[in-house]
């Protein structure tokens, strides 16, 4: 540890005389004053919602300086208004901005005027990376179709940002494009200067063009935030509010070919003995490898993105989590090449709530799964993550409206440890995965209508086929219509799926929590003679998302039981239809007590496809920020007062009757713009007429030391009462020896998370994430169902005198750690030094080194006394745009 400390640091030392000598556009903040801005007379100033941009004989300097010859001729745009949190009023903040281009950049000159410059924020951190700062922020919309736009932010110490957005607000943050920026702050404000390279941008070709604009700035200190044109918050999405910026002359196809080498040197130290009696065996692996990122536009409007050999060395690993329900964990993306241009990829079949994130028929993470068979033919020397090959997509938008996703990307067969008939099993086989859609913008932009295929085929050999389908495809049409002045919103879809392979995989498929076919109280049909499975969904929601104070969405989803897309998909469960309806009242104008509030109401139910009641409740959460900028949230769920069933608790067994629960959950943050903040949330509940019950506290502390320096600390504690927690299932599935067993859990989980931000430069950085987990759980009281569908709890269960297999307890321990050095040492150009440590173990009764009993101190301690598993990386790339 101490080596690979002491490397980052000399990393760090060597590369600062480099710093110093090369040139940067993204220039430090000075006190130095601009000259005067340019006079220009009125008649060459923007309107409200129009402005134009002119040509450019020589291209402006980015100095931060008002002065360039090439601002002189320019346009104003100075009617900015504020839209937050006061919409429509003068803002004391005066503002002004002027437009140039040339035959490969655009170029914006922004000046911010303030009042008091010696208070204006401004915070370094790496690319990408918001903070409570002052900030500028640009809205391209270069096809002018108003859903679609490239956004490009700064602030005054010269950090950048950027984001595609798609579909009118959503954001992609993995957008990274290659240009650059100037910053000044001086005596009467501060200064931002844009080179915004047209290849790094979509625009359908042309004799003239014009583009969407919409300009935002932010006053950290005082929460105000401005803009041209005037935004307003009762409309949903904001490109198709940006106003329009005409001027734009033809321009020469830009050679939109970029080429990124790299370079990865990694040395590993894996304990891949028996963690449970303290490590042993340990492997030492040095890698070198290489491989190459291409992006290549095919025209103006579409572009080809490959990836050869992919290495994703530098991205944080997953949040710790321990999951004992019958669903799968849900991980966000965070690979660069599959989060760029995620926008277009989305066909979402299952939104559980208005707040909640949505999942659909392509789920990326399925491309470089850990390995499917490392329990059958692996052990703890096999990888964790499935090599990518190479990948490719083309993304872009024709003439005629229409959108364009094309994905293609192959896995590389892994070995296991295994030897079956003469020739190592695979852990995972060789796979193939293909994503097509597409979209059609109605006529009037108000709407459109797409097409998603997706295709996944495995090269199975004999000791996956028992186990793995050799194809599974998936596809489904979906339509959006906005009307009534684009405050409500139509959305339906349909969609299929067919997997086939072998009658052992295909049983399989059958009889997994997703599907459980084999339950004995249904009439789904388990066939174990098939080698197919195929289904359907279907979607439609009536929504109000603008005008007025009032929100509403109204939303019926269905899963028919064999409806399948988990191969390239995320899928938590088939067999099931929702009812969902949300309302709303959001108060966005501040009064004498708020600054803007918001009020929730919920209520749902959901039932399989032959009309067995799976849940209902309704909720209500409400969220006020107060005239001191904290918030307080609260929120409370009242569930399954109405008879309602379980059909996945006993895993294949009966269905199960739920009782009513109540829960609450609350929160508090403090205001943002302070150098210290923090926030708490607490919640909990119970059920079981009050035999289950739960908990929790989350407090969090964000630390701002220094305009370069960061820190927060969170922590999370967990108790956990559950009347019947899934134990296991003995004898014959199906038959009368079979006992569905439960146990009750008393469970403790002790969460921290820590967080360090030192920012040298712009293009200099260091990150620094830890986070120790540790769940601990004891088993009592086993029982199996008796009635389940009995009235009362205790008529559900009998004591199970059975001992198969019986255990009492758990210890699961976790510590993830990542440190990082980014240097941008050149456009486009990176090196990533990396250190990563990980920590795990899963401890039973029998284990030595098991404590039955919870300690915070000897317990917290524990995880740090388990062997690492350690990884330095050095990652180098270099942008090519011959």
Known sequence: ?????????????????????????????????????????????????????????????????????????????????????????????????????????????????????????????????????????????????????????????????????????????????????????????????????????????????????????????TGERISW??????????????????????????????????????????????????????????????????????????????????????????????????????????????????????????????????????????????????????????????????????????????????????????????TLNGRVAAIEPRTNYSVIRLQKDHADGQGEMGIMLTGVNRSLDATATPYLRDAAYSGGIDLRRRMFQKNYELRTFIAMSDVSGSTASIAALQTNTVHAYQRPDDNVSYDPNRTSLRGDAERISFSKFGGGITRFQSVYQRYSPGFETNDLGYQQRADEQLFRNWFALQYSKPTKVYQRAFFNFNAQERWTTEGLVLGNGVNHNNHIQWKNFMWTHFGFNLNDYATSFSDR????????????????????????????????????????????FYGYIEPNINFRLSSRFSASLGAGYNRNGDAWQFYNQYGATGSDTTHYTFARLDQTT?????????????????????????????????????????????????????????FDGFNFRQFNSNAVVRYEYRPGSTLFVVWQQGRNNYLTPSDPGYEGSYSFRRDYNSVFADHPNNTFLVKWSYWLNP
């Open 229 to 418: 044109p005037l935004l307003k918050r009762n409309v949903q999405g904001y490109v198709s509010q940006a106003g329009e910026l005409s001027g734009i002359g033809q321009l020469p196809t830009p050679r939109r070919l970029e080429i990124l080498p790299y370079t990865v040197l990694k040395s590993s130290t894996r304990d891949f003995g028996s963690s449970r009696l303290g490590g042993g065996r340990y492997s030492h692996p040095n890698d070198v490898t290489v491989g190459a990122d291409l992006k290549y536009g095919l025209s103006s409007n579409l572009t080809l993105d490959a990836t050869i050999n992919p290495d994703f060395g530098q991205v944080e690993a997953d949040p710790a989590q321990l999951n004992l329900t019958a669903f799968e964990t849900f991980f966000e993306e965070r690979r660069p090449f599959f989060l760029e241009g995620a926008g277009i990829f989305s066909f979402n079949t299952n939104c559980g709530d208005i707040d909640s994130g949505c999942t659909g028929l392509f789920y990326s993470r399925r491309i470089g799964r850990s390995p499917q068979l490392a329990g059958n033919y692996g052990d703890a020397s096999s990888p964790t993550a499935t090599p990518i090959a190479a990948a490719g997509k083309i993304t872009g938008r024709l003439a005629n409206g229409v959108s364009i996703g094309l994905l293609n990307a192959m896995t590389q067969e892994v070995d296991g440890v295994a």
């Open 1 to 221: 540890m101490q080596r690979s400390i002491s490397l980052l640091s000399a990393l760090i030392l060597l590369s600062t005389p480099c710093l110093a000598q090369a040139p940067s556009t993204t220039l430090a903040a000075s006190k130095t004053p601009a000259a005067p801005t340019a006079s220009t007379p009125m008649s060459a100033r923007a309107t409200a919602t129009a402005a134009s941009a002119s040509r450019a004989t020589v291209a402006p300097v980015l100095d931060g300086r008002t002065d360039d010859p090439a601002w002189v001729n320019a346009q104003v745009i100075d009617q900015f208004l504020e839209y937050d949190p006061n919409e429509g009023k003068e803002s004391r903040f005066k503002t002004e901005v002027r437009v140039t281009y040339d035959d490969k950049n655009l170029y914006v000159l922004a000046r911010m005027y303030d009042p008091a410059p010696d208070s204006i924020i401004s915070l370094l951190s790496r690319r990408d990376v918001r903070t409570q700062s002052e900030q500028l922020k640009l809205v391209i919309d270069s096809y002018h179709d108003k859903k679609t736009a490239f956004e490009f932010i700064t602030n005054p110490a010269g950090v950048r940002r950027d984001f595609y957005v798609s579909n009118d607000n959503n954001e992609d943050d993995s957008w990274d494009a290659v240009w650059a920026v100037g910053t000044k702050i001086d005596s009467v404000g501060w200064v931002a200067e844009f080179r915004i390279p047209f290849s790094q941008i979509r625009y359908a070709p042309g004799s003239d063009h014009t583009f969407g604009l919409l300009i935002v700035r932010d006053i950290a200190r």
């Open 649 to 692: 608790a006993a895993r294949g067994g009966p269905a199960v009757r739920l009782s009513p629960s109540q829960s609450f959950w609350s929160g508090i943050e403090s205001d943002s713009r302070r150098q210290v903040t923090g926030s708490v949330w607490a919640g909990g509940g119970k059920s079981d007429e009050g035999r289950s």
């Open 750 to 806: 002790m969460s921290m998370s820590s967080r360090l931000n030192f920012t040298a430069t712009p293009n200099l950085s260091f990150q620094f994430y830890a986070q120790p987990y540790e769940s601990k759980g004891t088993y009592a009281d086993q029982t199996e169902i008796a009635n389940a569908r009995a009235d009362k709890f205790a008529d559900r269960f009998k004591s199970y005198k059975g001992s198969a297999g019986v």
